[in-house]
């Protein structure tokens, strides 16, 4: 049997990517609202995750999570 992957299992894995995502790739796969991504993004942050937000060249924020070595 499989487990369902969790909202936040899913925002977890799109920031993984070396490509980061964008607050509406976010909102495509998880069907939040924008808002409700950044403050899960927030929450993560307090969990200590480190989340880093840039820019993709054409003024689009990209957030990626941070690996610690």
Same mark, same amino acid.
């Given at each position: 049997?499989?487990?369902?992957?969790?909202?936040?299992?899913? &925002?977890?894995? =799109?920031?993984?990517?070396?490509? #980061?995502?964008?607050?509406?790739?976010?909102? +495509?796969? /998880?069907?939040?609202?924008?808002?409700?991504?950044?403050?899960? &993004?927030?929450? =993560?942050?307090?969990?200590?995750? #480190?989340?880093?937000?840039?820019?993709?060249? +054409?003024? /689009?924020?990209?957030?990626?999570?941070?690996?610690?070595?």
């Amino acid at each position: 049997m499989t487990a369902i992957p969790t909202k936040k299992s899913t &925002l977890l894995k =799109l920031i993984s990517r070396p490509k #980061g995502a964008t607050i509406d790739a976010l909102v +495509k796969a /998880i069907g939040w609202q924008p808002h409700s991504i950044r403050a899960a &993004l927030s929450g =993560l942050r307090k969990d200590g995750h #480190g989340i880093e937000r840039s820019n993709d060249g +054409k003024g /689009i924020a990209v957030y990626r999570l941070v690996r610690e070595d």
